[in-house]
């Protein structure tokens, strides 16, 4: 690789200035999205093109478990071969040691991309616009809760202590005192997302207690998505420092809101630079309805993406800040699909059905998915709702396994963002569902107990 730090990001660079390189972290997503990889001495990552992983990272469920997803060669844990994408090289600035991060990408030992790796499938799927002329631009918005720090999972998680000494309060959404009471984490968060060169638009206080919004500037699908898979990890240790946990569950807290990681987009032409959902004369085009009406028909097979666990359906209650159905409209936030105030070149369709506990990768790769196909059928949306979106009827598969059936019969879905992924990620949650059905809950204790 000669010396590859001449080629890395301008942040990357900053971060090490004057300093000696310890360690480079080479990693990649899972399908929950955790970091896997390998942390190697700097000396030995400068001479290496690449490294392996078996690809059973990949058939592994949230809990440690494995789904019998490796097809007809059989469990014999292949090797992948793992190539470095230098331009995600970024700063580790929680570590004791001068630590790099960098993102891999997984191919098989003919050089084709592994189809079940996340960050592939995205690309897959942004592969298409652009076979098409046509380039997807994305915005990820994240919100998250800081709670008190949780070993035992017998217990209910509480929300943080403030630095005022009392626990952080509901019901406080923008408010500015609120986010003063987390100013020690934000600033780590703050310090950190500097130290990696993310651009962060804003930190505001959502509706829940404890509860934080993160939004990120728009640009491309995969370096968006990328920026989402590390700021989890920074967000994390932010939050560690403080005595505190971050987490990005889609409902950690009875009677309050979930955490939602919504998705603004919006597709340029490749010849033109020009947003296609905005005509010549700044109004609504026929690709905008389009959009919708992919969302509007394909999001039910493609929740069980980005709402990829049980608890992710405790998140659409109805009055609770989280949609429940598909409906559509401009400045409103109960619906589904949501219009923001915008000009004609900033144009865009928010997806708010997504939890922030999905893969980026995948969440954005099946939402961009269902515009898509929504481009290529050209229909039109459901009329736009007026009003409460929250009194029109359910639309959402409301548990996992009713969400994988729609998953796996969708035909369409499966073919943009690959077959071969479809299958090992019904296999690997299906896996999942079986491992939560063998813990007792503590309602079933309470409840059935002495009375049945």
Not at 99 to 124: C, E, G, M, W
Not at 196 to 216: K, S, V, Y
Request: with cysteine.
């Amino acid at each position: 690789m000669g010396d590859w730090t001449d080629n890395i990001p301008e942040a990357a660079r900053a971060y090490l200035d004057g300093k000696r390189l310890d360690e480079v972290e080479c990693i990649i997503s899972d399908l929950p999205g955790i970091a896997r990889g390998k942390a190697v001495p700097a000396s030995k990552y400068a001479r290496q093109d690449y490294f392996h992983l078996p690809d059973s990272i990949f058939y592994q469920t949230i809990t440690g478990g494995w789904g019998e997803a490796a097809g007809d060669g059989g469990f014999i844990e292949r090797d992948m071969i793992l190539r470095p994408d230098v331009s995600t090289t970024t700063a580790a600035p929680w570590t004791g040691d001068w630590t790099l991060q960098v993102i891999h990408d997984a191919y098989d030992r003919d050089d084709t991309p592994i189809p079940f790796s996340p960050r592939n499938v995205l690309k897959r799927v942004v592969g298409m616009y652009r076979a098409k002329g046509l380039v997807p631009v994305v915005a990820p918005e994240m919100e998250f809760f800081l709670v008190a720090r949780n070993i035992d999972p017998a217990v209910e998680i509480k929300p943080m202590m403030g630095r005022s000494g009392r626990p952080a309060a509901a019901r406080q959404a923008y408010s500015m005192t609120a986010v003063d009471e987390f100013g020690p984490v934000i600033d780590d968060i703050y310090d950190f997302a500097e130290a990696q060169g993310f651009e962060i638009d804003g930190i505001t206080q959502e509706g829940g207690a404890g509860q934080l919004e993160i939004n990120l500037a728009h640009g491309d699908p995969v370096k968006l998505a990328d920026e989402v898979f590390y700021f989890k990890r920074l967000i994390r240790e932010a939050a560690l420092r403080h005595d505190c946990f971050a987490t990005f569950m889609a409902k950690p807290i009875a009677d309050e809101p979930g955490s939602a990681m919504h998705i603004h987009h919006s597709i340029l032409d490749i010849e033109t630079g020009q947003n296609i959902f905005s005509g010549p004369q700044g109004g609504e085009t026929d690709a905008f309805f389009h959009f919708i009406a992919g969302l509007q028909n394909h999001l039910p097979a493609a929740i069980a993406v980005i709402a990829p666990y049980v608890n992710s359906y405790r998140r659409y209650v109805k009055d609770h800040a989280a949609p429940i159905n598909l409906s559509w409209a401009r400045d409103n936030r109960t619906t589904g699909i949501r219009i923001p105030l915008s000009g004609p070149e900033a144009r865009r369709v928010e997806n708010r059905l997504a939890g922030m506990d999905c893969n980026p990768y995948l969440g954005i790769a099946a939402s961009l998915a269902c515009g898509l196909l929504g481009l290529n059928e050209g229909l039109r949306p459901d009329k736009q709702t007026k009003g409460e979106a929250y009194d029109g009827q359910e639309d959402l598969p409301r548990d996992l396994i009713r969400a994988l059936d729609l998953f796996d019969a969708a035909e369409g879905l499966q073919e943009v963002l690959g077959p071969e992924f479809g299958r090992v990620y019904s296999i690997v949650k299906r896996t999942e569902y079986e491992e939560f059905l063998q813990v007792i809950s503590p309602w079933e204790r309470e409840h059935l107990l002495m009375n049945v």
